[in-house]
């Protein structure tokens, strides 16, 4: 059984930063993929960022310049850094970890004030 563990939400303003940590525990193995989801109220989920195992990154275009996504292989754990804030990143933030299974943290809330 795998673990996901999330941290690093909560309450900021327009224009600042956080940083959301993800840590796999339990039965880990080296992952093709981590990443981060997030689902604002009455929208539906939508990928924010991808890492590979190769390095690669994908980023939604509504972030893109704005979040930077980085993960410690050792260590199973995937960062998100956030930075200039908008009110429309307010969500609970999903932490993934991809396999041959596709495991989920239990979220984490982000809310952003004007």
């Known amino acids: 059984q795998v673990q996901l563990v999330e941290s690093g939400g909560g309450l900021v303003q327009a224009g600042g930063s956080l940083r959301l940590s993800c840590a796999a525990s339990?039965?880990?193995?080296?992952?093709?993929?981590m990443g981060w989801y997030r689902q604002a109220p009455r929208k539906q989920r939508e990928l924010v960022a991808v890492?590979?195992?190769?390095?690669?990154?994908d980023y939604a275009d509504s972030v893109k310049g704005r979040f930077t996504i980085s993960r410690a292989n050792a260590k199973n754990t995937v960062y998100l850094e956030m930075n200039s804030l908008k009110p429309e990143d307010t969500a609970v933030y999903y932490c993934?970890?991809?396999?041959?299974?596709?495991?989920w943290g239990q979220g984490t809330q982000v809310t952003v004030s004007p």
């Open positions: 993934f970890a991809e396999g041959i299974l596709r495991f």
């Open positions: 339990g039965n880990t193995f080296r992952f093709n993929a």
């Open positions: 890492i590979t195992n190769g390095e690669s990154t």
